[in-house]
């Protein structure tokens, strides 16, 4: 690479030279280093991707969103300097990869601790902006048993006004500061709108608000549909200088509070609030609240436990029927094998379900064909309902394990096993000492994903059992089979008051260090497996 | 970098490629903007509806947009999240303009700022009362409701031949009938049923929010924990497995109706959704209340499906036009119907409907006297404690069913409080 520069001269000169003459083609292919056709395609795609960041930055900064078009500017410079500069070679390999993982990985745990510190939810998904407009909006209220007037809208240069028909029968005209006056049409220079002028200017036209009299109170008109006017009062009035609604009937003050709701200083606050960053608050809410406390520390244990369990059952399951049908004098082994990869292909949303049915304590096949019409409460019994997820949970994973075991297995160097048979070790010494030892530098890397996997199996619990049976002593929908993940999606999302996001997101933060210090700790671990070698 | 051959012509390449991107952007943007005509630059109207509905608001929309030049995109969405998609993507300007909704989710739309207040007018007086209170919020309409369900007992004729009195009167006549089941109800193993079982607890006067004078819930009065519901708990407990042992908490929604299908009982508490399956399984039914258990009227839950207006709608003016004054008709409220089978909200779509179809009939006048289901966002806070009190009240399990009734208030109560 360092050469090109030097040798760059001879890549402008004139084609008289003879095509495809053998002493020239060597240093014309290395001056472009790959080829004249590998650069015009860099350069095309760098083209694109330059176009495609300058339209984004124009619409971006359209937009008035300075930090992601400076972020944008930023990540594409980088990108044209790493490409168009010789000799950055690791860079150049390296930079989608990274592009990928920034986006998909860090952007992603980044954006969830920041939500975590924000009061994002239900209550809480808009500007400040829209909750004013949406409180203003609902505080208007038409007069009880008012007339529907009919309505046509004017427009004058950049005014609008309505010509109303009276419940009396006869007309009046108004505007925005001119109060509703009897006239018999619109006065002259002011030009009707049909209806599809209506709707271009929707906006002028719902913001259009004649007052009836000259008296305020009186209420004023309003056309939802460019067709009808009501006669509306509001009950609310925002003060932007104080930045909070005044009640007119009570009196009453809605100030901001600082936590993204107009609240009176009786507690009361007005719907909808807004969403602002709250600090710590979610993270103390988890940790204070008894309702999760308490219950937490028992979802630990048994994600631990379920996480744990299961990995070792799929495991042990699949490492037996891999062992199995890698006898050498085993006929028919495909069709067992076809047979054993069979729950694999499932989806686990499905199987949930097929199998919640397959436990009724009364109707599923578990217990009325199998245990001959028995009466065993699998999924109702805090312990039988464990038990069930477990083996449920093998049931769907033994397979994934069988086909690793099963290749592992294979590639066992024979030679080793020779002379342990040599020795006089037998078929348990020679598993227990060499097969396995070697197997495990294979697959407990696998082994740690899966555990990580299955401390987050949100699918197979909540299809199966829902987190059921629940705890007696505790508010929140929490039950006995609930691990940390199914724990998190009801605390945030499925319980009153709407879907919490700061709450959940918080929650998934904790979660996510807790799998990064044991994901940490186990392939720290592993390392000394490798040792065998 | 020091500039070479090389990288000039890349650069001078690159300039030249995104100013043709750009110019091209600009071009094609250019044929959108205000070239003044009349008929042209109108947004359409972006409606979220399920696969059922669909068909059901073509012609209407059809029809609306000949008359205004107004397009209506009619667009599908999984019904069990249509509510959390909408909450969650109004605030960013992606959501639709108008939205087809169970009401009782009405209450989250409130408290998250979504739905904007619809002004009826006059159309408002031919919706049947309990429609109308069923999309009022805090003195406001939110919405044009268009059905109107609940459950009612659907009776096999063949099996039991006349209407019962009393609850009492329906077990009777469903042991009489040699039947596996002398009664059917889904409920489900893991988490209750509260829903279907509402008509029993109503009989024993026992709700869950107390009503104000106008008919609105009041949400800080959870009255479900009181002496009324206790009575109803251990009159559950008398039926459960403790008992006689009628209700099961091993049949759910699908054994039950699978059960009555095959004639495995005369009675069975559904609502209009199961009738066609009843219907096309050949079995000779009736539809009648619900006997009281507890002395008291038997009143359903009643829920009314409505069509809202979104807060952030760009357009909100032609889909006000559009809800108020196409999808009110009588036309468009009988098209809905004929899809759906569930009774009109629209009084004089609902009396054409009952006219030709004695099941409209039967369970419209049903729900005319039940109780509309809470559409206050503290609902959400209920629904776990109480179908999880009943559930261990049937399996007799956990003590007196007045204590575990109790206990359940309070921890709704307590859920409610925060």
Redesign the interface.
Known sequence: MADVKTEAPPANTPPKRPRGGAPEFGPQRKLTSGGILALVIKVVLLGIIDALAIFGLYVLIGKGDWVAAALLLAVVGLVNYIYLKPGVLPAKYLTPGLFFLAIFQVFVIFYTGYISFTNYGDAHNSTKEDAIAQIVRTSQERVPDSPAYAVEVYKQADQFGMLVAEPGGGTAFGTNEQPLEDASSAPDGWDKLNLNQVLRFQDEVLALNVPVSDDINDGTLRTPDGTTAFVFTSTLEYDEAADAFTNTETGVVYADDGEGNFRAEDGQALTPGWRVVIGWDNYAYAFTNEQIRDPLIRVTIWTFAFAFLSTILCFALGLFLAIVFNHPTLRGKKIYRILVILPYAFPTYLTGLVWAGMLNQEFGFINEVLLGGANIPWLSDPWLARLSVLLVNMWLGYAYMFLVCTGALQSLPDDVIEAAKMDGAGAWRIFRSIKLPLLFVAVAPLLIATFAFNFNNFAVIFMLTGGNPRFPDTTLPIGATDIMITMVYKIAFGSGGGRDYGLASALSILIFIVVAIIAAISFRSTKSLEDLH | ??V????A???S??I???A???SG?ASGGGDNGDNGG??E???PITVWVDIERKPALEPISKQFTEE???EVKLVTKDFATVD?DF??QV?TGKGPDVIVSPHDKLG?Y?????V????L??VADGFSEASLAAVTY???VYGVPYSVENVALVRNVDLVADPAETYDEVIANGKAAGTTYPFLVGLS???GDPYHLYPFQTSFGSAVFAQNADGSYDSSQLVLGDEAGQEFATWLGTQGAAGTGVF?????GD?AREFFLAGESPYYLTGPWNIPAIAEAGINYAIDPLPSAGGEEAKPFVGVNAFFLS??ST????A??YI??YLSTEEAQLSLFEVGGRPPALISAYEAASADDPDVAAFGAIGQTGAPMPAI??????W??WG?AELQII?GE?GEPAEIWTKAAA??Q???D?
Do not use: R
């Open positions: 970098m020091k070479n051959k090389k990288s012509l890349a650069i390449a690159l030249a490629g995104s043709l991107v750009l952007c009349d008929n630059d109108t947004t205004t030049g107004i959390q909450i969650s605030p989250a409130y408290a998250a700022g979504v904007a207040p619809l002004e007018g006059d805090d003195g406001k193993p893991e988490q099961n908490a091993n049949i759910d054994k807060s952030k357009n909100a003016l032609a006000t036009n108020v004054n966002p503290e609902m959400g806070s209920v776990s404690d999880n399996k956990g921890n709704v307590a859920s409610i925060g």
